[in-house]
């Protein structure tokens, strides 16, 4: 778990021809999630992806490089 949770939403964007341009990774839930906070979020990172918990996104986040990210999602499926 990571406490900085706003040190790891942040990137610089790849489009920016400047230094301090920087955007956010938008965490989502599973459209297969029930309306209530009782899933995970994933946001899409430039080198994988991290994930919280809806009911403690104070706790932070995990974060899985992108070759585990998808070794994950293939074994999920």
Known sequence: MH?????????KSSYSDRNNCVE???????????????CV?????P????????QNRELGTLTFPSHEWSALLRVSR
């Open 3 to 11: 406490p900085h949770t706003d040190e790891l939403v942040f990137d």
């Open 24 to 38: 956010v990774a938008r965490f989502r839930k599973s459209s297969y999630s029930a309306t209530q906070n009782d």
């Open 41 to 45: 979020e994933v946001a899409d990172l």
């Open 47 to 54: 080198t994988g992806a991290a994930v919280r918990d809806t």
